[in-house]
């Protein structure tokens, strides 16, 4: 997003960004730190960690802040003690109006001490950053989230609506047990609620941290995301020995058939919300990709506009499904012909699609019938965008404004996923909410020595607590 978020208009100083990272952190903020910390230093990964015991913890807090036992739910299945989690009720005021839910996964990606500068799971404050892995994703909303809770309850809060927490494990690895989804399909009743805050908005920095004069370029609303999927290419072949080899291989054969999948594009789809990040975008740039943008939007058929836009990674992977191969193995031996190779194909289909009609297409694309293609997970759900409803954009925008003065704000559609898509299958709409931001780098997400700044961590947190008052009355 570097280049796009660069080119729009009204790059601001945060001038009390700038204040805040450098004066004494409030006694408020200081209980927040405790609380991200304990929540960081408790090892969630699939391989050796539990997010049963993250949750637990953070259910110790809650109760002492004075939720009573009934409003705090713990969950694990049998089958999975380590990948539980938390629900909390804070009850509404309000009988007629629905509730709000606050969805954040508390599992991480696996961190290796050996490749980090620091202990990833020790969390260290240095040069204006928060390290460890989970400064980011997705442990600063969980644990925003989760300390707002806190603070509602110490201060006998009551909203109109009732506001229900949701820490959740399963989201970074695919297959693995997801509670989201378990939630949604047998403890719906629990998460149940008019709409729901999740990750996949916020902010986008230049760069510099804020302390150091650093600007902040936009803040966005996530409206919407792909759908994950991966398909597991195959081919197939009697092999034989390697001394005489025959044109017809199992690796020559998925060769080609991956490099048809590189050749082939998805059709170029809108929906409302890329519509309008497209023209809002396109109009602020002025440049040749600002111009090709809003000819898509006029005419999706436009190659040539395609072709100045698809440059663009982000922008690209924003107008349609794209499906890209990730994995290969293939042989058995070093001294004979390929009798089997595999390859994992990753989608991230357009929202609408369904994975039976992307993997027909990318059997098209192949033209070869004797590559066999499977779904790896069945029964994937839809990805369904939420509507661009006034009542939670307006907000939304009202309170950028006014922790953000002068930032951009923009509604977007996340190319990646998140769990907000097992949510929207029950029809609870979801949406990705602005607040903390990050470096063009994208901070260590998933790599090495993932981090926040500490700027962005507090004032998320301040922006988040205002949003979730306004929405929740």
Request: neutral net charge; glycine residues 8%; aromatic residues 6%.
């Amino acid at each position: 997003m570097k280049m796009l978020l660069a080119a729009l208009v009204g790059t601001t100083l945060l001038s009390g960004a700038a204040h805040a990272a450098t004066a004494p952190i409030r006694p408020d903020q200081q209980a927040f730190r405790a609380l991200y910390k304990e929540l960081i230093e408790t090892n969630t990964t699939l391989s050796a960690g539990s997010c049963t015991a993250a949750a637990a913890k953070m259910a110790v807090r809650l109760k002492a802040a004075g939720f009573p036992d009934d409003r705090l739910i713990t969950y694990a299945t049998p089958e999975h003690p380590k990948d539980g989690g938390l629900v909390a009720i804070l009850p509404g005021t309000s009988k007629a109006l629905k509730p709000l839910l606050l969805l954040a996964h508390i599992d991480v990606v696996e961190a290796h001490r050996e490749d980090w500068v620091r202990d990833p799971f020790t969390l260290i404050e240095e040069d204006g950053y928060f390290y460890g892995r989970g400064t980011v994703d997705d442990k600063a909303q969980a644990a925003i989230w989760t300390d707002i809770m806190v603070r509602f309850a110490q201060d006998k809060y009551r909203p109109k609506r009732t506001i229900k927490l949701a820490l959740t494990c399963g989201e970074e690895t695919s297959g693995a047990f997801n509670g989201a989804e378990w939630l949604a399909a047998n403890k719906r009743d629990l998460i149940d609620a008019a709409y729901a805050l999740n990750e996949g908005g916020g902010g986008r920095s230049n760069g510099t941290p804020i302390a150091k004069g650093g600007k902040l370029e936009v803040q966005t609303l996530q409206v919407g995301e792909k759908a994950y999927q991966d398909f597991t290419l195959t081919a197939t072949n009697p092999g034989g020995h390697s001394s005489q080899p025959v044109r017809e291989n199992a690796i020559y054969d998925l060769s080609e058939a991956l490099l048809k999948i590189r050749d082939f594009t998805f059709p170029v789809e809108f929906n409302e919300t890329t519509r309008i990040f497209f023209t809002k975008v396109g109009t602020a740039r002025g440049d040749a990709v600002g111009k090709a943008m809003l000819a898509l939007v006029a005419n999706p058929q436009d190659k040539a506009a395609l072709g100045v836009v698809s440059q663009d990674k982000m922008l690209n992977s924003m107008l349609h499904t794209s499906c890209v191969g990730t994995m290969v193995n293939a042989g058995h031996a070093l001294n004979a012909l390929p009798q089997r190779a595999t390859a994992n194909v990753n989608c991230r289909m357009f929202p609408g699609r369904t994975s039976e009609e992307t993997q027909a297409l990318l059997a098209a694309a192949i033209g070869n019938p004797a590559i066999t293609i499977e779904a790896r997970i069945k029964d994937k759900p839809i990805a369904k965008a939420p509507p661009l409803d006034p009542a939670i954009t307006g907000p939304v925008e009202k309170l950028v404004a006014k922790h953000f003065p002068g930032v951009p704000f923009l509604p977007t559609m996340l190319t990646g996923a998140t769990d907000g898509v097992y949510l929207e299958a029950v029809g609870i709409p979801t949406y990705g909410v602005p607040g903390y931001w990050l470096d063009p780098d994208g901070n260590g997400l998933h790599g090495l020595n993932e981090r926040i700044e500490v700027a962005s961590l507090y004032q998320g947190r301040d922006y988040l607590t205002d949003l979730v008052k306004a929405l929740a009355n």
